[in-house]
């Protein structure tokens, strides 16, 4: 399922969550597929659901961001999700296919 989302941006899990290293709002992408999650802030990468450490949200003003944590990579890929309703449908979907979900994404997941 394609998730819709405004921008994508990619940073390193020891920077904070609000620092970047790259970013694209030309075409971003996150496909969540049956075996694998398929994302591009600049170039298009994917990794199987089992290596996606954590799946964290952050909403501030104007903005839903789901982080994707992985397990075997220094780094994580943003996006920042139109919606509401597209952030709930991307991290049902994540717990789902067996991703742990942060408290933060839990909470907003739970609210609806």
């Known amino acids: ?5 405004k921008a994508a941006f990619g940073g390193l899990t020891w920077l904070p969550w609000w620092i970047s290293l790259t970013s694209a709002n030309l075409s ?14 600049v170039a298009r990468g994917e990794a199987p659901y089992a290596d996606i450490a954590s799946v964290d949200f952050r909403n501030t003003i104007g903005t839903r961001n789901i982080q994707l944590t992985f397990a075997n990579r220094s780094w994580t ?8 309703a597209q952030a709930r449908t991307a ?3 994540l717990r789902d296919k067996g991703c742990a979900l942060t408290k933060r994404a839990t909470t907003f997941l739970d609210a609806a």
């Open 28 to 41: 971003p992408m996150l496909d969540l597929q049956d075996d694998k999650v398929v994302y591009r802030i």
């Open 77 to 84: 890929f943003t996006g920042n999700v139109v919606d509401d």
């Open 91 to 93: 991290l049902a979907m």
């Open 1 to 5: 399922m394609q998730i819709e989302l």
